[in-house]
């Protein structure tokens, strides 16, 4: 089976800088995502690693490090909007199925103060 | 273009009484996703559907859980009879693709059974 971890919760000050780390374990690995959601509101797409490495949108970059099944999602410049709760995903697959599952992690709820 | 679109978005109901959800996913995406949410948690897939073809339900528990999506579009999400243990957020989500990266959910119905 798969399982994700993730820290429930976080506090950091507007216009400072927050990582959200990921550890998962999981069979048949194709890569991580992040979504965020609101309060009330759907989940909506961060950003997806399938290989190594940082990926930059904005102000919001995401890295995965498969050998050490391991992600972060980084939030630069935190505005009060970006309070929410981020969950991590693996993508995971069957041999021959030809699509994926998404597995989603509890989520951390970050709180930005001023 | 319109997101998902999902309808009743609150539901209050009495165990053991039938409830459905509606989900209209966004135009041209082929597969679409029930999810179940519990408060602090994240999303879980109840069921994929390629098209009109259920192609993954192994989490659907089918003893009172049923779903339909007979045209290949829009989808019903049914639970006969409800128990308390149903009360949760039901998301539903959509993609171009199998192979897509990325999913667009919808609002989600919150239901409570009493």
């Known amino acids: 089976g798969q399982s994700l971890e993730q820290p429930s919760e976080v506090t950091a000050v507007e216009g400072a800088i927050v990582q959200i780390n990921c550890t998962y374990q999981?069979?048949?690995?194709?890569?991580l995502s992040w979504y965020q959601q609101h309060d009330g509101g759907a989940p909506t797409f961060l950003s997806y690693?399938?290989?190594?490495g940082l990926e930059e949108t904005g102000r919001f970059s995401s890295f995965l490090s498969r050998s050490d099944s391991y992600g972060y999602l980084l939030l630069q410049e935190l505005q009060m909007k970006d309070s929410a709760s981020y969950f991590c995903a693996v993508r995971d697959g069957h041999s021959g199925a030809g699509s994926y599952q998404l597995t989603f992690g509890k989520g951390t709820k970050l709180s930005v103060i001023p | 273009e319109a997101g998902v679109v999902q309808s009743p978005r609150y539901k209050i109901i009495e165990k053991k009484q039938p409830v459905a959800f509606w989900c209209n996913p966004i135009s041209g995406h082929n597969t679409l996703y029930w999810y179940l949410q519990n408060l602090g948690q994240g999303p879980e897939l109840l069921i994929r559907y390629e098209n009109e073809e259920a192609v993954d339900d192994s989490q659907l528990p089918k003893d009172r859980f049923s779903a339909e999506r007979l045209k290949g579009v829009d989808s019903t999400l049914k639970i006969q009879p409800a128990e308390l243990g149903d009360s949760a957020v039901y998301l539903c989500?959509?993609?171009?693709?199998?192979?897509?990266?990325?999913?667009?959910f919808g609002p989600g119905t919150r239901l409570t059974v009493l």
């Open positions: 999981t069979s048949g690995f194709y890569g």
């Open positions: 690693n399938a290989l190594d």
């Open positions: 989500a959509s993609s171009l693709s199998p192979l897509a990266s990325e999913q667009f």
